[in-house]
């Protein structure tokens, strides 16, 4: 159950968008650290950060897979919002054909291929082993592509 200071962003960002507050998002904070948390909504807030990743195996355990034209209400480490993007690409994708476009539009470190192999690879591996399975190279990959549609400063 989102909190109430989520509630009342969606809210805001609805009223001012002329939106229905029953329509659908997501409330949720990027990676497994409030480190990254934070440095990854500090990025889409910036605008570089515009795409990320996910393993699509790993949606089998219960939260639903993304979606074009869907809300996202992206949380810092401490889990309060800092913007609202919505996606406007999903894409599957094997892990070993991610391209080198997607991993600059994710915005991290030098935004190339190789450095987003670097840190996603231990991700995936920690993720997959969680869940009691094993990380390849063949790895069912979703690709988002968002925009930033409100940043609470609007």
Known sequence: MPSTEIKNYWEKFCQSNHLDTATNYSAW????????????ADLTVRGI?????????????GEPKPYVGEYNIILNGDQKPVCITRTTVVETIPYDLVSAEHAYHEGEGDRSLGYWRKVHEPFF???????G???HEKIPCICEVFEVVYSGAD
């Open 125 to 131: 591996k920690q993720e997959y082993a969680q869940m």
């Open 29 to 40: 904070a990027y990676g497994n650290s409030t480190e990254m948390a934070n440095d990854l």
């Open 133 to 135: 399975q094993n990380f």
């Open 49 to 61: 950060k515009t795409a990320t990743t996910s393993a699509a195996e790993l949606y089998e355990f």
